[in-house]
């Protein structure tokens, strides 16, 4: 590593790490600073990124709050205001941290933002405990980690600053010599595992060696893709020197290899024969077994074997499980008997595959059904493999005889609380109906698995043993055949280092409690298998059980959030689709979200109007409203639509509610429409269309005088001379005369119907009688013309001085209402009512006619060019007032309108103030 420049350094010591290669700058009045009646500070500088502290002594607030000042005034003097750097805090001789100092010490850890990250040196599990659980729970805002030794942290350290993350995995490999043995699930040999056989670096991809038994070399791929023949070759390096470690200098072995991390274009290299072993290695290799393999690189291995390797040297599996027996039944053909599985029998007919969950039974020693799992055991798939075991008890006969029943979990997933009381629920029920099953052994399985079956062992009715290999599920049944074992656990121990013994489960208890990742998901490798006679098993269990249920609200509170953020990126994606002026708000109307329409017409921008209320924003009227509007459509759940103006300008405005997921109204979205200019021209076009209205009825009335004033008097002109015209004639024919009487009375017919149209085009009575004694009149002519009864009825309007508008739009309603019912209605009888009501003149038009759809009647209408009741409706909004028509057909129709009426004399207020009396 290259050596680097200690940052703004003066005087002082500098040494080289023995674990980075990096120079250590620290200065005697740095060293063993004391802070508090016992308590003592070291600190020094690694490289020019990594600030290495180190405490000894007991702890309180005063000693910590000067801790931290010294520690500023280093960090200022060698990084500055802006440098960053990692801060190693050595916890290893520190004793008494107290709450308050804790709180203190992490709203200080906070406040430096200049900090990559934390790590902490202590070998304290509680400590250990409380840092990872406040980073887990964001109490620790910053990043920290913890290691267990200074090396380690150092190394950690070391690591951040060359990556330049903020934040790395505290489970990356840290160098180590400790070796560790398991036991393979599978066959039950010994697994022996190495650090420095682990991810083991070639360069780019890494490669990963374990031992399986004595003989069986398992080799591992990592990250194998587009490599070279310098990569090969180191490879073989590697695997040389491992192999050398593992087995004697003549022994002979077999090589399985997990090929799932090859990619194209690695097998061409790897399947060739001097890549496979070197030529010391040529007659050791009993067979190579390649597994999971990706489909081109299997079919890549399967050319390049028949090409180099004629003897079948080279066998491909499908898995693990089935690479495994292939070298130990390779192995057993060799005379190499002490390598070997269970005598077992299977069948393909006792397999399940559902996709994300795989079950499969065998017999072993014909009295034990093993079965194995894998994936997600759902609820909904217990009831299949219970019904697969029923049939495997009966294709073998052992459903009559004494049967063991033997569970592999080590692959299997999912133990809610919903799964876990229908599968007891259903083993409770199979020892009903097969009382011959003596025992339920099951072993290995997940953290999970584990600790869910071990809690609720005080739940169920029955027994269920767990183990932790194969093995040992086979010995504990064998013991049980022989009747050395009793059913429910061992025998007290009461030898007399018992005490000492508890006290070393205790310690063993207390690290394992600080050594879980709690600001991790899952266990890391932390979690520790112990056997079923461990007295503090079920403690482990409850712990694992509570670290399962932590990480599960933590995953469902992340994948709130997410949903949070995707809902509001969906809400301002929507709010942006539209030009209108859009906010997200709650019912208190404060804005959760606005788009940049709405911010641009206030000035400002979306970000910045979160969390603001509409309430300032707006004129308070304004507000007052649209409050009043918001809390209705809280209220009711249903969308609301109203119209407001604000400094001129007009608003067509839509609140529509977002219900959460009970169903209540907790946001509100409004849309804003500026109609301003829709507004004038509205109003343009009514005043327009008065005016053409006002024009027409002039128009009507010039007509009508001409009608009246020429017409009709040149009408009437012509039978006086027809009526003189042979005065003075007396031998004129009779039949002459006849036909002048004729002509005469064809013109009086003429002289009424001209004298009629002028009174509909303009009715001389509404100046002369008004519009009450006018309407009367009309509705009694109607009523004799057309056999039709009208019953018209007016009150309040006689001392109203309506204007002309008012006045000649009432006439034609009812004139048009009448028309229409004569046209089209079939009725005998129309009731009209025309009464003041203040604030509004109501005019009701009732009929006991066919009736009719109005909907369809004016799409027909349109369709056919007919105004009748369109006309009416302009009429009724051009004196601002509403229109309503209400009809079914079979059942009449009512036609009713309200027009607003304003005037200037004290004539409505009297009249009201007699009505008010009255009521």
């Not at 304003?902 to 103030?913: H, I, K, L, T």
């Amino acid at each position: 590593m290259e050596p680097v420049l200690i940052p703004n350094s003066k005087s002082g010591i500098v040494s080289r790490c023995s674990i980075t290669g990096l120079p250590v700058y620290t200065r005697p009045e740095w060293m063993d600073v004391k802070l508090g009646s016992n308590y003592y500070m070291s600190v020094s500088i690694i490289g020019d990124s990594i600030l290495l502290g180190k405490i000894i002594g007991e702890s309180d607030l005063k000693s910590v709050v000067s801790a931290t000042k010294f520690i500023d005034r280093v960090i200022h003097e060698m990084f500055g205001s802006d440098r960053r750097f990692v801060y190693v805090e050595d916890f290893t001789e520190l004793k008494n941290l107290t709450n308050d100092c804790k709180r203190y010490y992490m709203r200080y850890l906070e406040s430096k933002k200049q900090m990559m990250a934390l790590v902490i040196c202590t070998m304290s599990p509680l400590v250990m405990l409380v840092v990872k659980l406040s980073s887990r729970l964001k109490i620790l805002k910053c990043n920290a980690l913890v290691e267990k030794d200074i090396n380690s942290a150092i190394y950690r350290a070391s690591l951040i600053i060359q990556t330049e993350k903020t934040f790395l995995n505290p489970h990356q490999a840290i160098p180590k010599l400790s070796v560790e043995e398991g036991r393979c699930h599978v066959s039950g040999l010994t697994l022996t595992e190495k650090d420095e056989w682990t991810r083991m670096d070639l360069g780019g991809p890494s490669v990963t060696f374990k031992l399986i038994g004595e003989r069986i070399l398992h080799t591992e791929f990592h990250d194998w893709n587009g490599i070279d023949l310098e990569v090969c070759k180191k490879f073989l390096e590697k695997r040389e020197r491992v192999i050398t470690s593992m087995f004697a200098s003549t022994d002979r072995f077999v090589e399985m290899r997990n090929c799932r991390g090859l990619r194209w274009g690695c097998p061409v290299l790897l399947s060739d024969k001097k890549m496979c072993f070197s030529k010391m290695e040529n007659d050791r290799v009993l067979r190579f077994i390649s597994y999971d393999l990706p489909w081109m690189t299997k079919m890549a291995f399967i050319v390049r074997r028949l090409v180099f390797f004629s003897n079948d040297l080279w066998r491909i599996c499908k898995d693990y499980n089935q690479a495994l027996k292939t070298a130990v039944n390779t192995l057993k053909s060799q005379g190499f008997t002490n390598e070997g599985t269970w005598n077992t029998v299977n069948n393909e007919s006792w397999t399940r595959d559902f996709g994300d969950f795989y079950v499969a039974f065998e017999v072993i020693d014909d009295n034990v059904i093993h079965r194995t799992s894998k994936g997600i055991l759902k609820e909904e798939y217990i009831d299949h493999v219970f019904k697969l075991q029923e049939w495997v008890l009966s294709e073998t006969g052992l459903d009559q005889k004494i049967h063991y029943v033997l569970n592999g979990l080590t692959e299997l997933e999912g133990a809610n609380l919903g799964f876990r009381k229908k599968y007891f629920k259903k083993w409770a029920a199979f020892l009903k109906r097969y009382p011959s099953c003596q025992m339920n052994v099951m072993y290995g399985g997940n953290s999970v698995t584990r600790a869910s079956l071990s809690i609720s062992a005080y739940l169920r009715p029955f027994k269920i043993f767990l183990v932790d290999t194969p093995e040992e599920a086979i010995q504990l049944i064998a013991m049980d055949k022989s009747r050395y074992w009793k059913r429910g656990g061992s025998k007290p121990d009461d030898s007399p280092d018992r005490k000492d013994r508890i006290k070393k489960y205790a310690d063993e208890l207390i690290y394992f409690l600080g050594n879980i990742n709690w600001d991790e998901d899952g266990f890391s490798g932390t979690l520790e298998q112990k056997k079923t006679d461990h007295p503090f098993k079920v403690v482990y269990d409850a712990i694992a059980l509570i670290k399962m249920d932590i990480d599960e609200l933590f995953r469902e509170r992340e994948q709130t959030q997410i949903a949070l953020i995707e809902g509001e990126e969906v809400a301002r994606a929507l709010l942006n689709a539209t030009s209108d002026s859009s906010i997200l708000i709650k019912t208190d109307g404060t804005i959760l979200s606005a788009n940049e329409t709405f911010a641009r017409c206030l000035g400002r921008t979306p970000h910045s109007l979160r969390n603001e209320n509409i309430k300032k924003l707006v004129d308070s009227k304004i507000s007052e409203n649209r409050m009043i509007q918001l809390k209705k459509v809280v209220a009711t759940g249903k969308p609301a639509r109203f119209e407001d103006e604000d400094a001129g300008l007009c608003y067509d405005n839509t609140i529509y509610p977002v219900f959460n997921a009970d169903g209540c109204v907790d946001r509100i979205a409004m849309y804003s429409r500026d109609i301003t200019s829709l507004k004038k021209a509205e109003k343009h076009i009514q005043a327009l269309t008065q005016e053409i209205i006002k024009a027409q009825e002039n128009e009507r009335q010039r007509i009508a005088r001409d009608l009246h004033d020429n017409v009709a008097q040149d009408l009437a002109s012509l039978i006086i001379s027809s009526d003189t015209l042979f005065e003075g004639f007396s031998d004129i024919p009779h039949v002459v005369w006849k036909r002048t009487m004729k002509f005469t009375r064809v013109l009086k017919r003429a002289i009424s119907s001209i004298r009629d149209l002028a009174y509909d085009l303009r009715p001389p009575s509404l100046d002369q009688l008004g519009l009450i004694r006018t309407l009367s009149q009309y509705c009694t002519d109607f009523s004799e013309t057309n056999m039709l009864n009208v019953d018209f009825y007016s009150g309040g309007l006689d001392k109203l001085d309506l204007d002309f508008d008012t006045e000649i739009n009432l006439y034609r309603l009812i004139q048009e209402a009448l028309n229409n019912v004569r046209k089209h209605s079939g009725a005998n009888h129309v009731t009209i009512r025309l009464v003041a009501s203040y604030p509004e003149i109501i005019l009701r038009i009732e009929d006991n006619g066919r009736g009719f759809d109005p909907e369809t009647r004016i799409i027909e209408a349109l369709n056919e060019k007919r105004m009748g009741l369109k006309s009416m409706e302009e009429r009724v909004k051009l004196l601002k007032g509403d229109f309503t028509i209400r009809s079914r057909p079979g059942e009449g129709t009512m036609i009713l309108v309200r027009l607003p009426y304003r005037q200037g004399n004290d004539v409505w207020a009297e009249d009201m103030s007699d009505r008010e009396r009255v009521s």
